[in-house]
């Protein structure tokens, strides 16, 4: 591996750096967008049966908000509902906002490291051909040793180049899909509560509606 990084030269450190964050950041992503932890399926439920049994006090908000981002999106509805549905709507967002914010973390970094780690490598590839030229022009083409080395340097640059790219892009977009589908859910759920604490229903709320935290991710 030394060997490896040794024969491409100086710009292996900034790829190895990049690599090693976007192996840090898919980690942290991995474990930050767990669908239990960012939008638990039971939370409405049980907000619901809170409601019903007027459990709903200061220390249940709490609890509440500090428990899921799905949490800190429903605490704010129930907060604000006796305002009205419009003031309802404006408070989720403006807290959804925030959430779509936090789960949308770092991933811009591991986009950047998908594309510039090519470039890195592509320099490489640059740098390592004007040695192989600037080799046959001072000895010519019997120095074998001489022309390898630059060689070596621009092809494991440019293959350590793309090693990085290729999977820090597939994560970029896992990461960003899995937000998309989580942003879906939650906006269901929240609109389930505006409906609900806007009606005279009493029954557990079923009722789906798109559109209201699309606007939080653009």
Known sequence: MFELVQAGGWLMI??????VIAAGISV????TLRAEQVAPRNLLTQVWTWIKNN???????RELKSGSPLGQIL?????SHRRGRDVMKESIEEVANHVVHELERYLN???TVAAITPLLGLLGTVIGMIKVFAAIQLEGTGNAAVLAGGISEAL???????SVAIPSLFF???FQRKIDELVIYMEQEALKLVEVLNTDRTDNPEIKRPGMMQAATR
Not at 28 to 31: H, M
Not at 55 to 61: F, G, K, V, W
Not at 75 to 79: H, M, V, Y
């Open 14 to 19: 900034p790829i190895l750096f990049c690599s």
């Open 172 to 174: 970029h977009r896992y």
């Open 28 to 31: 942290e992503r991995f474990w």
């Open 156 to 162: 494991i640059t440019t293959a350590a180049g793309l």
């Open 75 to 79: 605490a704010a509805g129930i907060t």
């Open 109 to 111: 970094t591991l986009g």
């Open 55 to 61: 459990e709903m006090d200061n220390s249940r908000l």
